[in-house]
């Protein structure tokens, strides 16, 4: 080995300790690969060592040389693929890593395997590659095809994050692990080439593949390959041009000034070089000018001119009184002036919450219009708010991502901000107050945001500031209008219902006296005949008995009236107790309305029930359901001319989720005079009566026929009590068509957790109240 190899080896075995000892030490700086890469550079070290050995040095009858780089070098470029799937992947575990070491593991064990089974280890002579296509040599071949499977593995796993980069941030980092393999690749290929010089090349491209890789790990962002590229495709292309016109210049004097015998020592000759110098500079600058106005929009796609965009971006802005118009207006602007796919605005709103955070509110339109989620909270401690309200400074997405100053962001913030899609952000600032955030996705050539890009969005966004705050004030007008508006109109609809109840007050009165007076003066006449014929002696048993069957039913419907009243009182204090067991829909409907029959009989009602048999029994207290079904039965027969039907039918209602309840559905129908929609909830009012007061009849059942108002109350406190809903639907009132009613019943099958209910004592002494 030659002093010049030997003194570029050992300075690179010194210059793998200084790297391999910065890794150790900046263990912080280093991304997610720290042990792969400290591996790839001691192998790498070890692989230089091995040229210490002596030529002629065996082990195990074997080339000690040969044998040793071929192994720390195939290491190597495991670890190496290890670091990469580290770097791109963003995760130092997985199945692909697992595969990935596996499989060098298999190719290591294959060398060994190889080494042993030929005769010779023909690594690091001249001819070894030729020879080892000439002559039978396993060990030349399991490290040939090895270095070509990996090295096509490694190409395709950095290409594959080129193309589902979600960034163009993150596309230039894969393009550059490209680069990286490529000099890694072509410094093991030269390192066991045998040729000393193309080794010399190979131990210095090996040792620069390390340090780019060593590069990539202590940098988040990497040098963009693709403006890199760029440029030095700009300057071959101008030198060459160069070249041209001056190699042009250079024949023109030969041929047509020097071959006809001009001399060009004196004064007349350096007056004809200057002259064709001259020419070629007055040539040379215009055809520069053209050939890079044809290049730059090829190579690097027009530049927008900063001063040019905001001018157009705030005519454009100023022109929006709306938010909608605002946020059309200005993404569109946004989109042209930087030459980008999508853009969008979010609405920052202080909630002044207890936890320190600020809503975003996703507006409709623009290119926010797909986004996962429309609303997002953002910590005022988070490094992001930091960033875009204190700092008042743009923000990309792939710093959010990557940088080690947004580690702490907390994952809910990085969903929401992820699920955006967006490359960009930079903050609405107005009197020092962040009120929206400015947003772009993707440029159309997928170029990555530029500082001068940021910084153009940024005074965009500045310009937004007070377009928006006029915007939102506007909105917030209109809203505030819409909402007056709206509540002037619940407010009419409340008087409405007040004038009706303030009615029904006086109703009730006229009724409740009617319905108080009529048992009232039964009880006093009768009181008053048996007295006077018991002074004259005349009273009989026949008479009598009479006599005290008229004043149970004149005291048995004020008792009615009485406990009617009674109930409601419980149910406006929230007070009627339930006492709860099983039972069945069909009983409870069987029971509500056998004491009815010989009213419908009489009414000529036709009353007919299907589907409750075979519903599942429910939980319910028997006495007050059964209440509640007869009032809802009888408005029915009361508002249903003679000769009219009720049917009365029931299903079950399956729960659509697993936590929820299956519920039972009855609904009570009728031909009678229906209801009007403005009375439909009103009809579940105390004392409220959607007719005339005036046609009030004292029979229980007689068509048109009422009370005091208080049936459908109750029975509307019974099943609320069971957790239940009721309500009424009708075509309207008419007393000449009869549209008819319906009353619907949900009842669940077993009560909620909350009922108010009435449990006995273990001893049965007693009740308590749960």
Not at 380 to 397: D, F, H, N, V
Not at 633 to 652: C, H, M, Q, W, Y
């Amino acid at each position: 080995m030659d002093s010049l190899l030997s003194a570029v080896i050992l300075l690179s075995v010194v210059l793998h300790t200084v790297l391999f000892v910065y890794v150790q030490a900046r263990s912080r700086q280093v991304r997610a690969g720290r042990l792969w890469l400290s591996l790839t550079i001691l192998f790498s070290l070890l692989a230089a060592l091995m040229f210490f050995i002596p030529e002629g040095m065996q082990i195990a009858e074997k080339s000690g040389r040969g044998l040793g780089l071929a192994l720390t070098l195939s290491a190597m470029l495991v670890m190496f693929g290890a670091l990469l799937i580290a770097d791109v992947r963003r995760s130092p575990s997985g199945r692909l890593l697992q595969s990935w070491l596996g499989l060098g593991i298999l190719w290591l064990a294959a060398l060994i395997g190889g080494a042993f089974a030929s005769e010779a280890i023909l690594i690091g002579e001249s001819d070894w590659i030729i020879r080892a296509f000439t002559t039978p040599n396993p060990f030349s071949w399991a490290l040939i095809g090895g270095l070509t499977v990996t090295s096509l593995l490694l190409l395709g796993i950095a290409f594959q994050a080129f193309y589902a980069a979600p960034l163009p941030e993150v596309a230039n980092r894969a393009l550059y692990w490209v680069i990286v393999i490529a000099v890694i690749l072509l410094g093991i290929t030269l390192m066991v080439s045998g040729s000393p010089t193309l080794v010399l090349l190979g131990v210095v491209t090996l040792l620069i593949g390390i340090v780019g890789a060593l590069y990539a790990q202590t940098s988040y962002r990497v040098f963009d390959i693709r403006s890199s590229m760029n440029l030095a495709l700009k300057t071959a292309l101008l030198v060459i041009l160069t070249a041209i016109i001056v190699f042009g210049a250079l024949q023109f004097m030969t041929v047509y000034i020097i071959n006809r015998g001009a001399d060009l020592s004196g004064t007349e000759g350096n007056l004809i070089v200057a002259l064709v110098a001259l020419i070629v500079a007055v040539i040379y600058v215009p055809i520069r000018r053209i050939a890079e106005a044809i290049i730059n929009p090829i190579l690097k796609g027009r530049f927008t001119d900063p001063t040019t965009a905001t001018r157009r971006f705030s005519q454009q802005v100023s022109k929006a009184v709306e938010l909608d118009q605002l946020i059309r207006i200005g993404t569109e602007t946004l989109n042209d002036v930087l030459k980008v796919r999508r853009s969008g605005l979010l609405l920052v709103s202080d909630t002044s919450s207890d936890d320190g955070a600020v809503e975003l509110l996703i507006m409709g339109g623009g290119g926010l219009s797909d986004a996962r989620e429309k609303r997002g909270h953002l910590a005022k401690s988070s490094p992001i708010y930091q960033q875009l309200a204190a700092g008042q400074a743009p923000l990309s997405q792939f710093d959010m991502e990557f940088s080690p100053k947004y580690k702490n962001v907390t994952p809910e913030e990085r969903q929401f901000f992820n699920g955006l899609n967006m490359s960009a952000f930079a903050p609405v600032i107005v009197e020092n107050a962040l009120i929206g955030i400015l947003t772009c996705g993707a440029k159309v050539n997928d170029a990555p945001f530029y500082p001068r890009d940021l910084e153009l969005l940024s005074t965009l966004a500045n310009q937004t500031g007070v377009a928006l705050r006029n915007a939102r004030l506007v909105a917030d007008l209109r809203h505030l209008n819409n909402s007056m508006g709206r509540l002037n109109v619940g407010l009419e609809d409340a008087n409405k219902q007040m004038e009706k109840l303030d009615s029904v007050k006086t109703d009730f009165v006229t009724i409740a006296s009617h319905e108080l007076r009529t048992p009232l003066a039964q009880v006093r006449g009768y009181t008053d005949i048996i007295d006077a014929l018991n002074e004259q002696g005349m009273l009989d048993q026949d008479q009598i008995k009479g006599m005290v069957a008229n004043l149970r039913k004149a005291t048995e419907r004020m008792e009615e009236l009485i406990s009617a009243m009674l109930d409601v009182s419980q149910l406006d204090v929230n007070a009627m107790d339930l006492r709860f067991a099983q039972t069945t829909p069909e009983a409870v409907v069987r029971l509500a309305i056998e004491p009815l029959t010989d009213a419908i009989k009489q009414r000529k009602l036709t009353l007919s029930a299907r589907g409750l048999r075979g519903l599942p029994p429910i939980e319910a207290d028997m006495q007050r359901l059964v209440q509640a079904f007869r009032n809802v039965v009888v408005n029915a027969i009361k508002f249903t001319p003679d000769g009219g039907r009720i049917e009365i039918t029931a299903s079950l209602q399956a729960a659509d989720q697993p936590n929820e309840r299956d519920h039972i559905l009855i609904a009570i129908s009728d031909t009678g005079v229906g209801i009007g929609k403005e009375n439909l909830e009103l009809i579940f009012e105390k004392f409220f009566r959607a007719y005339d007061p005036g046609l009030h009849s004292t029979g229980t059942y007689k068509f048109m026929g009422a009370g005091p108002g208080l049936g459908l109350t109750i029975a509307r406190g019974v099943i609320e009590g069971h957790g239940g809903k009721i309500w009424a639907e009708s075509n309207g009132h008419s007393m000449e068509s009869n549209p008819g009613t319906t009353f619907f019943i949900l009842l669940p099958v077993s009560p909620p957790e909350d009922a108010k209910r009435v449990l006995p004592f273990e001893s049965g002494q007693g009740e308590k109240v749960v």
